[in-house]
């Protein structure tokens, strides 16, 4: 069955009736965004997620044979506060191991997490992006509403920084928990390196993939409720650039 379709403000939502569906349109849209970045500017740029949500889709975009990946550079949205990269809850490994190391990007720009510096790492990260505007964003709604790290009680619309260190709220470092990432909430890290909301959002394309029943709560309020940082992913409802991919899980709720 084809996928249902509408927009809630300005961003334009997509239901899909399974996950592997939603999947494979994802990434058929992120190569239809890298290619046309490839034609236009000779570069795609593009930041990825991380998390269980986007096995799915990377493992679709990664496998498909339209891709140009040595037009593509690649960065990446947040990291641990105090890992290194070959700790099994990186985020710079789980991207090495799915996206580098498989399909070869022409660069790929990590985020130290374990820098001895963490606001110089956020100084560096922040003078990358100011050189090039990402083509594309692919995002993730974590469960208390959160855009890469951007929870609820550090979330700022408008804020003035393009990558921050913040502290993790609970709810998040549950998440991280429930996943299969840390055996505890006292495992997780405190904090964390985020590129901030609006630096997400400057992308050309925003890709938001949403799978999953754990998220139907968020997509809810995020889609129907009041626009503010109580649910940061709200924001996207007001973004024309946003394709937010949902399955019949996570859209589960939704009188549309």
């Known amino acids: 069955m084809a996928a249902r ?6 961003a334009t939502v997509r239901v899909h009736d399974t996950a592997g569906d939603l999947a494979r349109d994802a990434a058929a849209e992120a190569a239809d965004t890298i290619a046309a970045a490839t034609a236009a500017r000779g570069t795609a ?5 991380t998390g269980n949500s986007q096995l799915a889709f990377l493992d679709a975009l990664t496998g498909r044979d339209d891709v140009d990946w040595s037009s593509v550079v690649g ?3 947040d990291e641990y506060v105090g890992i290194d990269a070959d700790h099994p809850a990186s985020f710079r490994r789980y991207l090495r191991e799915r996206i580098v190391d498989h399909v070869h990007p022409q660069r790929f720009h990590y985020l130290a997490g374990d820098s001895p510096d963490p606001a110089g790492e956020c100084r560096r990260y922040t003078s990358l992006l100011a050189g090039h505007r990402l083509d594309l964003c692919c995002l993730g709604i974590g469960e208390n509403g959160h ?23 609970e709810r998040c ?3 991280q ?8 909430v006292e495992a997780v890290p405190p904090r964390a390196l985020t590129v901030t909301i609006p630096g997400l959002l400057a992308a050309r394309r925003v890709l938001a993939v949403v799978p999953e029943a754990r998220k139907r709560g968020p997509v809810l309020v995020a889609l129907t409720g009041p626009v503010g940082t109580d649910c940061p992913a709200s924001i996207l409802r007001t973004q024309p650039h946003v394709l937010l991919e949902l399955d019949a899980e996570s859209a589960a709720g939704l009188d549309r």
């Open 147 to 169: 855009l890469a790290f951007n929870d609820p009680p550090v979330a700022d619309f408008d804020d003035p920084e393009t990558v921050k260190v913040v502290e993790l709220d």
């Open 45 to 49: 740029h593009v930041m990825f997620a």
């Open 75 to 77: 960065y990446h949205m």
């Open 5 to 10: 379709s509408f927009v809630v403000d300005q």
């Open 177 to 184: 928990v429930g996943e299969g990432h840390f055996p505890s």
């Open 173 to 175: 470092r549950r998440q």
